[in-house]
């Protein structure tokens, strides 16, 4: 069920957060290792989450609402868009040739709007790794992990989910430490192809009180993979 049922048609966007790091950084995964610098999984992605620009280790910080959760550096838009497509840089960078873009976190949150009732399912296109969760009511959780460091693949739910209309919170914690990185967020329902196809529109109306002021994703109607895009 999901925290808020109904049907939501206006919005404008979720909110990123991102964090690079020195090439020093040390975290709690491989740390203590003289090789270990970096982040290595998930646990250094939270921790990395939590730095604040005036950090030592701390290269530079952004916030800022997204109209798609579809991003890479500028090593993976070079080697993997043949096979993945092309997404955007991510907005962190400057896409300089001579520019640092490893050792880069970021973190997606906002609100899935599903405004016809049926089954869908929804992936992500990671390197190296990823949490995505979705929330609906009375605590109910959904998860796709990958922790590690991880060449680009795609990983989708094992079992399609059945969604009422309403707004589904989610949260996507993904993570970049060397050469190339990339975070996508993509659904499709049952019987679809498996294309990337961007689709307009997806974000839309604002979460009603009393819930935090999160920006959502919608209109999940059509079929095939789709990034998910806002106007």
Not at 60 to 80: C, E, K, P, Y
Not at 149 to 168: E, K, V
Not at 198 to 221: K, W
Request: proline residues 4%.
């Amino acid at each position: 069920m999901p925290q808020y049922a109904g049907v939501y048609l206006n919005g404008d966007g979720a909110n990123s957060q991102w964090v690079q790091v020195t090439e020093n950084w040390r975290g709690g995964i491989q740390g203590d290792e003289i090789w270990g610098t970096g982040i290595w999984g998930l646990a250094d992605q939270d921790t990395v989450m939590g730095l604040h620009s005036g950090n030592a280790n701390v290269i530079q910080t952004l916030n800022r609402r997204v109209n798609q959760i579809n991003f890479s550096d500028q090593v993976f838009a070079n080697t993997g868009s043949a096979k993945w497509g092309t997404p955007e840089l991510a907005p962190i960078f400057n896409n300089a040739a001579t520019e640092n873009q490893d050792n880069w976190a970021s973190r997606f949150t906002g609100y899935l709007s599903i405004t016809f009732a049926g089954n869908y399912n929804l992936g992500v296109l990671y390197d190296d790794g990823f949490r995505f969760s979705l929330m609906g009511a009375g605590g109910q959780r959904v998860e796709l992990v990958k922790d590690g460091l991880n060449s680009p693949d795609r990983l989708a739910f094992a079992d399609n989910l059945q969604l009422s209309a309403g707004l589904y919170a989610f949260q996507l914690d993904a993570y970049e430490r060397l050469e190339a990185g990339v975070v996508q967020l993509a659904w499709w329902t049952p019987g679809a192809g498996l294309a990337i196809v961007p689709q307009e529109n997806l974000f839309t109306s604002p979460v009603p009180e009393p819930a935090t002021p999160l920006l959502m994703l919608a209109g999940l109607g059509l079929i095939g993979w789709r990034t998910l895009k806002c106007n």
